[in-house]
């Protein structure tokens, strides 16, 4: 999630870059409106009457070689047929700009709406579901092959970033204790071509959307990419599972996924014998993440606000606690 300071919309910061790309004019106003905010500004708009977003990140919250690892990353899997979200180009020829506005610097990407629904819109059929498994496992599969010229940060570069973000927000010692041993257990790890690349990271039930028509999922937001064990992804998708279905349903759904995945890529004892190391990185990571997005505060906070950092003051408790007692 971007600092709280930047979750604001800015109208007129869009327009402005969107002075880069293609849009209609006539609906903007309407299509603006409907923004998003969290780990990037989403703004849609329309080109040639079809739903497209503009995404804006200030720089000092990217890194600029991963903005460019995931757009080249993005231009493999559609030139491999893999169905994800399609770029857009700027008027310039470039999938992405650094642009500089009266409000700072921005990294600034388009992308045309894919077909479907979110998964978590379905009934999670067992169709549904298989597909599901099939669209990780074939990204994977395909990041087996991929050879980047733009190469995202990988999980040390981001267990540094978590140490340092740690310290300088002034975690508590036993959380920093915690990534310590992480980082000496990810140590011990195999890493290999079938089980090490570059991952999705939030394959997750928002993120993926089921088009009835073909049979097939289409998948967006690469944005937090990272070269990691694939079994991560696996372990996010689960815990996405967890929050939609029942008990019962829940390991059908799991058994239903993982079948899809061996469809396209391999999953072994290994991998799954690994998962809770997984959730212990993205624990660590979250909630490094959030104490940072957390950290500055304002006077007059709007009410939306207020009730926003109680929601995630929250969060943050409860993941020190998780974090504490694994």
């Known amino acids: 999630m971007l600092k709280l300071k930047y979750l604001?919309?800015?109208?007129?910061?869009a327009k402005e870059a969107l002075k880069k790309w293609e849009y209609d004019m006539d609906t903007l106003d309407q299509m603006l409106s409907q923004f998003r905010i969290s780990s990037n500004a989403i703004y849609p708009f329309t080109q040639g009457g079809?739903?497209?977003f503009l995404r804006l990140a200030p720089i000092e919250e990217k890194m600029e070689k991963n903005?460019?690892?995931?757009?080249?990353?993005?231009?493999?899997?559609?030139?491999?047929g893999y169905p994800a979200l399609e770029p857009l180009k700027a008027k310039t020829g470039d999938v992405f700009l650094k642009i500089s506005t009266q409000w700072g610097e921005y990294f600034a990407t388009a992308f045309r709406r894919?077909?479907?629904?979110?998964?978590?819109?379905?009934?999670?059929?067992?169709?549904i579901v298989f597909e599901y498994g099939k669209a990780l496992g074939k990204l994977h599969a395909l990041s087996t092959e991929y050879i980047p010229k733009h190469k995202k940060w990988t999980h040390v570069d981001v267990l540094e970033w978590i140490e340092l973000t740690l310290r300088e927000y002034h975690a508590k010692d036993d959380i920093i204790a915690a990534l310590s041993v992480l980082k000496?257990?990810?140590n011990k790890l195999s890493v290999c071509k079938d089980n090490y690349g570059l991952i999705h990271y939030d394959f997750e039930v928002d993120n993926v959307f089921f088009d009835k028509k073909n049979g097939?999922?289409?998948?967006?937001?690469?944005?937090?990419g990272m070269y990691h064990w694939y079994i991560l992804d696996i372990e996010q998708v689960f815990e996405s599972l967890e929050d939609e279905l029942s008990d019962e349903a829940l390991e059908t759904a799991k058994n239903l996924f993982v079948d899809g995945y061996r469809n396209e890529h391999s999953y072994t004892e290994e991998m799954e014998a690994v998962r809770p190391l997984m959730r212990r990185f993205i624990d660590l990571y979250g909630y490094a993440r959030l104490i940072r997005c957390v950290a500055e505060k304002f006077s007059d906070e709007p009410e939306w606000l207020v009730t926003l950092r109680k929601k995630l003051d929250n969060i943050i408790v409860d993941k020190e606690t998780d974090i504490i007692n694994t």
């Open 184 to 186: 000496k257990e990810l």
């Open 8 to 13: 604001f919309e800015n109208y007129d910061l």
């Open 67 to 80: 903005v460019a690892g995931e757009m080249e990353f993005i231009d493999f899997l559609v030139h491999r």
């Open 50 to 52: 079809k739903v497209c």
């Open 216 to 224: 097939t999922c289409a998948v967006i937001d690469f944005d937090d």
């Open 114 to 127: 894919v077909c479907g629904i979110p998964i978590e819109d379905t009934d999670f059929s067992s169709e």
